[in-house]
C-alpha cells in the first residue's frame, strides 16, 4: 500500500505535528526520517499540549507504531526525557521505536556546535546549540556512533575512546577549551543503553515489513524544504534532507513506496535565527502576527521572524519535493488585518524574476499583490462554504497560483479546529 509523506514547505514550524496527529489516526505507522531534537512538533488537544522534539507525532494513539527512522540523529538524554514526560501525562510509549542504524548525539557534538558559533561570531548560522550539524558532520566522516553500538560495550568502548581523544585535540588546540572525560561519558552512556535497549529495532525491516503487509505508513520530517541542506537558503540550512527526497535516505525505503506528497504551509511565513527571508515584514504587523500567531520557537522559544506568504519560493518548494496536496496553517491568525500582502514575483539585482534563486541570500525583495483582510473571527468555522468570500478568494488564489488543490485549512491550534475543503478526496487519501 503506498504510503503518504508531510513536509514542511516554508522554514519550519508550518504545524507538522498538528497535521500529523490528526491523519496519524488513520495510520499503522508514523516514521520521522530525519532531524534531532533540534525541532519541534506541538500538538494542542483540549487543555494540554504535547511538545515533541524526537517523538514521531503519532505517539498520541496507543495503537499507532513509532519510529524513529536511520536518518535521524537521536540524543539519547532528551529522549529518555521526552518519554518521560510523555508517559506523565498518561501516553503509552510503548510503540516509540529507535531504528539501529540512527546515530547518536554526544555531549561532546553539542559543545563543537556552540564553539563553532561562537567562533563565527555575527557570521553564525543561529543553530540551537543541539549537535545536530556535529552529530551528522561525523556520520559523513564516518566516526559516527550508531544507536545499534550502544548494544555492544565493547564497540561502543573503542568509537568513544578514539572520539573523545580527537574532539578533546580539537577543543584545546583550535577552542582553547577544557578537555571532556572519557570516563563519565562513558559511564552516562551507559546507563541511557539499559534504558532505551529494548526500543531498538532493525528500522529497514520493520518499514519493508509493514509495506508488504500493507500497513499504512505515514512519513514525518522536521524543518523543512527552505531548510534543506542541498536545496535550502544555504548555508543558513539545517544539516540533513528535509525534502521528501530525504525519506528513501532516512528511512531506506524505494521511491515508489510513496504516494501522495502533502506539503504544509502558513498561510503567512515565518523564519527562526539568521537567513535570507524576502518577505519579512519589519514593522508592528510582523508584531502583530508573531503575538497572535504564538510565533515562539517550540524547542528555543525564541520570536520567530514573521513574514507574508511567499508563492515563489512554495512553488520552488512543491516542485522539489513532488507536492500532491497543500495543506493550509493559521489562516486564522491573519484574520485581524484589514490588508494581506502576497508575494507573487522578486526583485533581483534590478530584475524582475518569478523563480527562486540559487544565491538567494544576496538582495532579494518580494514584489507583491494586495488582498483585502476578512476582519472576522473564523477559528470556529468547520465549512469552507461558511469562510468570509474574501478569505476564500485568497485560498483560491494561492491554489490557482501553485496549480495545487488545498484539501485541508486549519483555523486554529487545536486538533479539531481544522476545514476539510474537499471531503471525499480526503477520505479517498486518508482512509
Known sequence: ??????????????????????????????????????????????????????????????????????????DPKSFIKEIQNLESMGMNTSNVLLAKRAHITMPYHRLLDQYKEESLGKKSIGTTHKGIGPTYEDKIARIGIRVLDLLDLDIFYKKLKYNIDLKNQIFTKIFQKKTLSFKSIYEEYIEYAKTISDRIIDGVYEIHKAFHNKKKILFEGAQAMLLDINYGTYPYVTTSSTSTGGVCTGSGIP?????????????????????????????EIGDVIRQKGNEYGATTKRPRRCGWLDLIALKY???????????????????????????????YNN?????????????????????????????????????????????????????????????????????????????????
Open 351 to 431: 530584475d524582475i524574476i518569478q523563480y527562486f534563486p540559487a544565491d538567494i541570500i544576496k538582495n532579494v525583495k518580494g514584489v507583491y499583490i494586495d488582498f483585502p483582510g476578512w476582519k472576522k473571527d473564523i477559528s470556529s468555522i468547520h465549512k469552507y462554504e461558511d469562510l468570509p468570500i474574501n478569505c476564500q478568494k485568497y485560498i483560491g488564489f494561492i491554489e490557482n497560483f501553485l496549480n495545487l488543490e488545498i484539501i485541508l485549512i486549519s483555523v486554529g491550534s487545536e486538533r479539531n479546529q481544522n476545514i476539510i475543503k474537499n471531503k471525499s478526496l480526503f477520505l479517498k487519501i486518508f482512509n
Open 317 to 347: 518548494s512543491c516542485m522539489i519535493n513532488g507536492i500532491n496536496y497543500l495543506v493550509i496553517t493559521k489562516l486564522d491568525v491573519l484574520s485581524e488585518l484589514k490588508i494581506i500582502k502576497v508575494c507573487v514575483k522578486y526583485k
Open 1 to 74: 500500500m503506498p504510503s503518504n509523506v508531510i513536509v514542511g514547505l516554508q522554514w519550519g514550524d508550518e504545524g507538522k505535528g498538528k497535521i500529523t496527529d490528526l491523519l496519524a489516526k488513520n495510520s499503522d505507522y508514523v516514521i520521522r526520517y530525519q532531524g534531532g531534537n533540534n525541532s519541534g512538533h506541538s500538538i494542542h488537544i483540549k487543555n494540554r499540549y504535547f511538545i515533541l522534539h524526537l517523538v514521531p507525532s503519532g505517539v498520541i494513539y496507543s495503537g499507532v507504531k513509532c519510529i524513529i527512522g536511520p536518518g535521524v540523529v537521536v
Open 255 to 283: 521511491p515508489h513506496f510513496l504516494k501522495n506528497f502533502i506539503g504544509i504551509s502558513k498561510a503567512y511565513c515565518t523564519r527562526v535565527g539568521f537567513g535570507p527571508f524576502p518577505t519579512e515584514i519589519e514593522n
